[in-house]
């Protein structure tokens, strides 16, 4: 006898590690017979899907997850990934994840909160169809249109936008790596939002894959399903392939600013003001606050709250004083702190990037956020007194790295009815506050943090609205609800669908269970069917 026998718990695990690539090995092989018999026969698709024992798996899988805790060795991983490189590889990946009973995923740029464009908590197996090699964008200066593919970044549009004319805008979001398939299927704000509405009140057109591997147009589609797909969250309605989007009108000038006020300053009393004004201010200004604990200034061993307001205004800087004269004296905004630009450079400005960066950069697509972190959202109608604010303060100080984000509302936004588009949070908003708390070590207090921001949450209960408790479908928040995998059921979704989308969430209700019945396209929180 030249060797041992294993003892017998290594060899039951060899046996079951064997048995799984076999088994993942065999959908893989089917899964690409089926792409061949329902596209391009000669197409080599066996290049373009990853399983897990290739080492390009993991850096595809992770290249575009900006949620760090989605990617964490706990959380369930996809079978394989499928990156189409054409639109017709979308409509055979459909089709063939139907007939071979394998639970489908969309991914355009990863930035879902809590990864459900790569994650499954509720199925297995599933697979991740990875939109990135579908990156078109057509620009048409004549008509100020453009044709903007799922898998492209927020970043990239604007920058086709800018070659073709530097006083063309499109208005969507501030984060310049959001990919164009997720972020305006569920409403995308930006800086042009007071002036011009959301990405979703912009577009003119798309294209669908739908339950059944068709490719549907606006017309084609009807405009009960055109409505739904403008607001009514990703991965409920089919695979979007391309926007048709209007372009807006951006002035040669335009001037940012970024003024930092600590409590010592007088933080509180300026943000309570804030509330009043910049939801009804020139529609031009977007000026939203960055709230986070630093080290006091004036004492090293102090905590205290800053306060930031940052800017964009379409316009010179000599209007935008006037502005602030009139309206905002409170803050102290003086020429020094204005810095006039072009609008192109505001995106990059507003997105993080150092001073002198140059615009190509957003070919590049490079998140400039990713961390592990878990964010929760709210909408005011009232502003928050004083004392509540003094409150928040006290629950940011215990926290190590927490951070909220207030966006104004009003002007544009408010010229919309709740049922003009799924996304109904409209006239009457003052503005939407994003909570964040973030972390980088990993698994390590994951616990500790989810459960400081749900704190966080309950405290601010009477200060945001109410009945239902508003909240943005593009800021995923499972704390809100999950479909379970019998995600048939209404009851259980209506716990987050009437937070995203108020009285909407029936319709889109009743869209869904005509175009999709046999919901092919679910996750979470998904719109469910009713049963038929
Ligand atoms: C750092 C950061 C900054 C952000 N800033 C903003 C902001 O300024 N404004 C704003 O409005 N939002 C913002 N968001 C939220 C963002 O809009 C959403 O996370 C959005 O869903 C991202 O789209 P994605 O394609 O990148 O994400 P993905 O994770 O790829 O997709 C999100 C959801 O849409 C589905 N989906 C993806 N592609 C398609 C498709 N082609 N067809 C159908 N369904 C699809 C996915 O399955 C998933 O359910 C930000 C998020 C992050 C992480
Ligand atoms: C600085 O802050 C610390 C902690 O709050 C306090 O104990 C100390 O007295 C302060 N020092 C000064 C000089 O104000
Ligand atoms: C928004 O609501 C206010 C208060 O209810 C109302 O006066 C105003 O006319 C509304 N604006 C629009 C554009 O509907
Ligand atoms: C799924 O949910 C529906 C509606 O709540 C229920 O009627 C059905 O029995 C459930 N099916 C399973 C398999 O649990």
């Not at 609008?343 to 956020?369: H, Q």
């Amino acid at each position: 006898m030249v060797s041992q026998i294993s003892p017998l718990p290594i060899c039951i695990l060899l046996l079951s590690t064997l048995s799984l690539q076999v088994s993942s090995l065999l959908l893989q092989e089917s899964f690409v017979q089926c792409l061949n018999m329902n596209s391009d026969r000669t197409y080599p698709f066996h290049t373009t899907v990853y399983t897990p024992n290739q080492p390009s798996f993991k850096t595809i899988l992770d290249s575009l997850a900006m949620n760090l805790r989605c990617l964490a060795p706990s959380v369930p991983k996809p079978e394989f990934i499928f990156t189409p490189s054409q639109d017709s590889h979308v409509q055979a990946s459909v089709i063939c994840s139907k007939k071979l009973g394998i639970h489908l995923r969309v991914r355009s740029g990863g930035h879902d909160y809590e990864g459900l464009s790569y994650v499954s908590e509720i199925e297995t197996p599933f697979i991740v169809i990875d939109l990135i090699k579908l990156r078109g964008i057509n620009v048409d200066t004549k008509t100020n249109t453009a044709w903007v593919q799922s898998g492209a970044t927020i970043g990239e549009v604007y920058y086709k936008i800018y070659e073709k004319s530097s006083i063309l805008g499109y208005p969507a979001g501030l984060c310049t790596s959001l990919g164009v398939g997720g972020h305006i299927t569920g409403g995308a704000y930006g800086t042009l939002m007071r002036k011009y509405g959301l990405g979703v009140d912009n577009v003119l057109d798309a294209l669908i894959v739908d339950a059944n591997g068709k490719i549907l147009d606006r017309k084609a589609m009807g405009e009960e399903l055109f409505w739904a797909i403008r607001g009514g969250g990703g991965g409920s309605f089919g695979v979007l392939l391309w926007w048709k989007i209007k372009l807006v009108p951006v002035p040669p000038t335009v001037t940012v600013f970024t003024v930092t006020k600590s409590l010592e300053q007088g933080a509180t009393k300026i943000l309570h003001r804030w509330q009043e004004v910049a939801p009804f201010v020139d529609e031009n200004l977007f000026v939203r606050v960055i709230i986070q604990p630093a080290t006091s200034v004036t004492n090293k061993t102090q905590r205290t709250i800053t306060t930031s307001y940052n800017a964009v205004f379409l316009g010179e800087a000599r209007t935008l004083l006037q502005v602030m004269k009139t309206s905002f004296p409170e803050l102290g905004l003086t020429r020094k702190d204005c810095q006039e630009t072009s609008w192109i450079k505001s995106v990059l400005y507003i997105a993080g990037f150092p001073n002198d960066t140059p615009p190509e950069i957003l070919l590049k697509g490079k998140p400039t956020f990713k961390n592990f972190f878990k964010a929760k959202s709210d909408f005011v109608r009232e502003p928050i007194p004083e004392t509540g604010l003094e409150g928040l303060w006290q629950r940011l100080l215990i926290e190590d790295i927490p951070l909220m984000i207030w966006t104004p509302y009003g002007g544009k936004m408010s010229e919309f009815s709740e049922s003009d588009s799924p996304f109904p949070h409209r006239n009457g908003t003052l503005y939407k506050i994003q909570y964040l708390s973030i972390w980088q070590e990993g698994e390590k207090d994951v616990a500790k943090h989810v459960d400081w921001i749900r704190k966080l949450y309950n405290y601010m209960t009477p200060y945001v609205t109410k009945f239902p408790r508003e909240a943005y479908v593009n800021y995923r928040d499972l704390d809100l609800g999950i479909n379970s995998k019998n995600s048939t059921s209404y009851i259980e979704a209506s716990g987050w669908g009437y937070r995203y989308f108020k009285g909407n969430f029936d319709k889109l209700v009743k869209i869904k269970t005509r175009v999709d019945p046999e919901n092919v396209f679910r996750h979470e929180q998904s719109i469910p069917p009713l049963p038929i």
